[in-house]
């Protein structure tokens, strides 16, 4: 109330607060564009490779694989995201790794979207009828054959929603990454508001900004599912 | 790559022969020993009650299940089988001798009937897509869905989908159908068209294995009916003899709960 009292009572600090949004617009949409983006979608891809490989040791029949596996998610759902991030970059340089900040993220994100995701995939494969496995090998495939061509199509329309909740989850993660000195929009934000003082309206500035980019990938995340869904009745 | 030794005891006619067939599950001996051979283009209906371990035979001849010990052979091609793992490369091998069709159809979900037809021979045996597409269509015209090919399962009927589900089997050149009550699961009004898609194949000649519960199926078109309890063949001979006049006392009563 008292924000909105004194911008209504002074119409020159009103304009003093338009300038400095407009200003401060596009060096946090550079953050965005420079780092926010390409840090989510690097990491998300990477994170889906590494989440396959897990959710296929998980369910191979090699109990060292598995176990491999286990221990990764285990170890990685079990500790905070910036307590991995700050591992990765203020730790590792104690053993003579030093990591520069864009690539300590993409590590410690798609170490963790592997584990996250690895899970929902390994659910999705589960959830697919074993009749489906049955009438693969009875055309003669083999079990990779049948995993590739008739399980995973399947278990990609299932996993979507979740994959698509880990995704946009994965966007508002990234502002983590200003904790490790990546300049994506949050840390922009931030470097803005130290030196004019007005964190609520840079905070909210940024805020909206990433509820504009969740909003864009939900809509597309809508579009995929429905392509996905041709095959199956309504 | 089959093991050939001298205990073959196969007729020249027979396309299968099960030799003392054993599967377990657990503790649970779902077949005790099943000794049956079924020549060059017969077709063998099994019957039983549920829990019989009829399913199980079917299933172990294209090797969804492993039986525990015995041996299959199959158009010269023999399996032994004493616990051990065998290579996955000699089951497929083996399993492509077979086609399968299911009670519950299990087409493709995400595949068109086409598709759902192509799969094994583009797949699997390597077939190009043009010469496939071709074979498919023949198939699945033969099964009178000449017009339904684009469609996905989910736009098809039980009964067309189980028609699929047969053209599907016949699409990898299997030596011998198998049949999983393939008619279970439909309705009433729907079984008949499946039913003469089966009688087809039979008049063309393929060997045939069929577990149903549809009896007027069984007498039409059976060679020999095979009656399965507590995972023994108690009694097996031509329709008429098994219908007529069953030599056990549990295939009468059998025969007397089914009808």
Redesign the interface.
Known sequence: MFLLNSIFQDPERFDQLVSIAQSSLLPMVKGAIKYTIPLTIITFVLGLILAILTALARISSSKILNTIARIYVSIIRGTPLLVQLFIIFYGLPNLGFTIDPFPSAIIGFSLNVGAYASEIIRAAILSI?K??W??G???????T?TLK??IF??AA?VSIPPLSNTFISLVKDTSLASLVLVSEMFRKAQEIASTNYEFLLLYSEVAILYWIICTVLSIIQGRIESRLD????K | MYQNNNRRTKGVLDMISIKNLHKSFGDLEVLKGIDLEVELGKVIVIIGPSGSGKTTLLRCLNLLEIPSSGAIEIDDHLMNFNGKEIPQKKIVSFRSLTGMVFQNYNLFPHKTALENVMEGPVIVKGISKKQAKEKAMQLLSKVGLADKIDDYPFQLSGGQQQRVGIARAMGIEPKVMLFDEPTSALDPELVGDVLQVMKDLAEEGMTMVVVTHEMRFAKEVADEIVFIDHGEIVEKGTPNEIFTHPQHERTRRFLEQIQ
């Open positions: 009828p009749g489906q049955e009438a090998y009875s055309i003669g495939m083999n079990r054959q061509r008739i199509p399947q329309r041709r095959y199956v009745s």
